[in-house]
């Protein structure tokens, strides 16, 4: 996000630099290419900050299906105190899961404002996620 807000003000003060510098129309013209060209860097960056994040998103998901299907499969033979510690981790597992899917459903247009912060919500639910899903 630093390197995205990093181009922004580059384009931003390029695009000032260049406007209070030109007088005539190519100038102008140029002007306005790079600061199109800027933006259209800044965009691509989040794009592709965006993209990293969702695949992170369906990689922790994934994670959490094998994670349930062992322990699923690990109750079938254990005993009734093993059963009930894994029905919790179950719990705790699909909550998080749901928490995933809620945030992939959601995982739409954001400011850059919301995207901070949804993104340090996720962050946060995988990083906990990793802490559970020890395997």
């Known amino acids: 996000m630093k390197k995205l807000k990093i181009i922004l ?3 931003s003060l390029l695009g000032i630099f260049t406007l209070a510098s030109c007088g005539d129309d190519a100038h102008s013209e140029r002007a306005e290419q790079k600061i199109e060209d800027a933006a259209d860097a800044v965009g691509d960056a989040m794009v592709d900050e965006k993209n990293d994040l969702k ?12 994670r349930m299907e ?15 510690e894994m029905q919790e981790e179950l719990n705790q597992l699909e909550a ?33 996620i990793g802490k559970d899903n020890k395997m």
């Open 9 to 11: 003000f580059a384009a």
């Open 55 to 66: 695949r992170e998103m369906e990689e922790a998901t994934a994670n959490i299906d094998r």
């Open 70 to 84: 062992k322990l699923n499969n690990d109750m079938k033979n254990a005993t009734a105190e093993a059963k009930a």
């Open 96 to 128: 998080k899961r749901k928490q995933l899917a809620q945030d992939l459903e959601n995982f739409g247009d954001k400011t850059e404002a919301e995207w901070d912060q949804f993104k340090a919500n996720v962050r946060e639910t995988m990083k906990d």
